[in-house]
Structures are given as C-alpha cells and as structure tokens.
C-alpha cells in the first residue's frame, strides 16, 4: 500500500511563495506517477498539477500556470509543489496523489496524503 505524508503548507501574504513536500512509502516511488490538487471550503477539488515517474513530463492547470512548479527527488521518494507569487484565491487544503497511471493521476489518483493547508492573505 503507498503511504503519502504532505507537509509544507502555512500562512503566508500574498505574493509569497511555499513549497509543499509528499513524501512517499511503501512501494517504489518511481513506479507512480504524482499528482497535486486543492479543495477551498465549499469547493470541489480540483486538479493543480502532475508529473509522470520520470519527471520529464509535467501538466500544471491554467490557474497556476507561471506561478506553481511540479517537481519529484526520486532518490528522496518525494514530490514537490513550488509556489510563487501566492494569491489569497490559492488559500485550500493542498493534497498529493500517486496512480502508476500518469493519465489517471490527473483526475483522481489511487492513493492521497491527508492534506496541508496553504492560506495566503490579501
């Protein structure tokens, strides 16, 4: 079973930047493709961005485009979301996923870490 741990997330204003960390167990990392989302309350969650295992080919959603970067160590069996430029409109639960199918990651994935709250403020 794959065991995913997000971590990273907090309070910044807006403007700034975080980067958010998955790190993952339990079978091979480089078996899995990686996927992050976010749901804001009363939202639904949506797709963020993903990466295939190798890391050569990555998908961000329009919204964060420029400003989000999708990265993985798999030395290090970790993911990453670099954040830039934060807008309060980015404030949501952030959540990575890993599917073995780089297709399916991109809409719901197989496995998800319990989330981490970004919140940006104006």
């Known amino acids: 079973q794959v065991h995913l741990v997000e971590s990273g997330g907090g309070l910044v204003q807006a403007g700034g930047s975080l980067r958010l960390s998955c790190v993952v167990s339990?079978?091979?990392?480089?078996?899995?493709?990686m996927g992050w989302f976010r749901q804001a309350p009363g939202k639904e969650r949506e797709f963020v961005a993903s990466?295939?295992?190798?890391?050569?080919?990555?998908q961000h959603a329009d919204y964060v485009k420029g400003r989000f970067t999708i990265s993985r160590d798999n030395a290090k069996n970790t993911a990453f979301l670099q954040m830039n430029n934060l807008k309060p409109e980015d404030t949501a639960v952030y959540y990575c996923?890993?599917?073995?199918?780089?297709?399916?990651?991109?809409?719901?994935?197989?496995?998800w870490g319990q989330g981490t709250q970004v919140t940006v403020s104006s």
């Open positions: 339990g079978r091979t990392f480089s078996n899995y493709a």
């Open positions: 990466i295939s295992q190798s890391g050569y080919v990555k």
């Open positions: 996923a890993a599917d073995e199918n780089p297709v399916v990651v991109t809409t719901r994935g197989s496995s």
